[in-house]
T-cell receptor, first 109, second 114 residues
Framework: GIQVEQSPPDLILQEGANSTLRCNFSDSVNNLQWFHQNPWGQLINLFYIPSGTKQNGRLSATTVATERYSLLYISSSQTTDSGVYFCAVRAGYGNKLVFGAGTILRVKS | NAGVTQTPKFQVLKTGQSMTLQCAQD?????MYWYRQDPGMGLRLIYY???????DKGEVPNGYNVSRLNKREFSLRLESAAPSQTSVYFC?????????????FGPGTRLTVT
């Protein structure tokens, strides 16, 4: 089945710094989502981005489907950005998502 | 519009006990899913239901059963709980809207089996 790899596995930032998280996938996809899991465990939808670029405030994402990767940019990070960021791709019938292992982000004040 | 709701939020079971996790969505989505998340890992699909009346196994179905009760509700049953089933369980739903198939998650159920 499809493989999803995220990097880096861990990231520590000072408040105000920028960061780029990467998601590589092993096969063609027609759906890609980025999620933020906050410290309380809640999964929050960030982007639905099978291709192209989207921006939402300080966050933006780019997916280059032909090269099988997606990037999540966080600018001017805040402590509330801390948590785990997951990339998930759609594989086959029923819109099943396959998740990467996540990037743990810690933003220090 | 509550989105995806799950009950209970927390549960402790003894080995061999059974229980059912409940999930409901009010977004009129066709597809529903059950995932488990173990410490330090991403989510793994247990079972899914592409539409009312159908269910299929995911990546880790052993030890679980599901019921798609109607379009809104999808339950997950543990017939004989084992310590290896200690995990956080998430329900999700998805449906097509203007060509977009975005998946939304419930708040999770934290299950401990002793």
């Amino acid at each position: 089945g499809i493989q999803v790899e995220q990097s880096p596995p861990d990231l520590i930032l000072q408040e105000g710094a920028n960061s780029t998280l990467r998601c590589n996938f092993s096969d063609s996809v027609n759906n890609l989502q980025w999620f933020h899991q906050n410290p309380w465990g809640q999964l929050i939808n960030l982007f639905y981005i099978p291709s192209g670029t989207k921006q939402n405030g300080r966050l933006s994402a780019t997916t280059v489907a032909t090269e099988r990767y997606s990037l999540l940019y966080i600018s001017s990070s805040q402590t509330t950005d801390s948590g785990v960021y997951f990339c998930a791709v759609r594989a086959g019938y029923g819109n099943k998502l396959v998740f990467g292992a996540g990037t743990i982000l810690r933003v220090k004040s | 519009n509550a989105g995806v709701t799950q009950t209970p939020k927390f549960q402790v079971l003894k080995t061999g006990q059974s229980m059912t996790l409940q999930c409901a969505q009010d977004m009129n989505h066709n597809s529903m899913y059950w995932y488990r998340q173990d410490p330090g890992m991403g989510l793994r699909l247990i079972y899914y239901s592409a539409s009312e009346g159908t269910t299929d196994k995911g990546e880790v179905p052993n030890g679980y059963n599901v019921s798609r009760l109607n379009k809104r509700e999808f339950s997950l049953r543990l017939e004989s709980a084992a310590p290896s089933q200690t995990s956080v369980y998430f329900c999700a739903s998805s449906g097509e809207r203007q060509g977009v198939y975005e998946q939304y998650f419930g708040p999770g159920t934290r299950l401990t089996v002793t």
